[in-house]
């Protein structure tokens, strides 16, 4: 458990360890969670990448490909016709 001190403007320090685990950096965003009263925090990056990864799971085989391999040559050759070579 870790505690936070809430300034006069409403802006709290995130503690060290609980930055390290979020891999948060000054600058970054986060999102804060409510779920049956109880809030959590998020780095914001980290969640759209997971639900972006989420949203494609199956995708790759519903196009054709069988292997991750068949997918990045189909993808190496729409670049070369995309870069005209």
């Given at each position: 458990m870790e505690i936070a001190k809430i300034?006069?403007?409403?802006?709290?320090?995130?503690?060290?360890?609980?930055?390290?685990?979020?891999?948060?950096?000054?600058?970054?965003?986060?999102?804060?969670?409510?779920?049956n009263g109880r809030f959590y925090f998020e780095n914001s990056a980290?969640?759209?990448f997971k639900r972006v990864e989420e949203?494609?799971?199956?995708?790759?085989?519903?196009a054709g490909f069988a292997t991750e391999e068949e997918m990045q040559d189909y993808m190496k050759e729409i670049r070369?016709?995309?870069r005209g070579y």
């Open positions: 300034s006069s403007k409403g802006q709290i320090t995130i503690p060290v360890s609980v930055r390290t685990k979020l891999n948060l950096k000054a600058g970054d965003k986060i999102v804060i969670l409510e779920e980290m969640l759209a949203a494609f799971v199956g995708e790759a085989e519903k070369r016709e995309v």
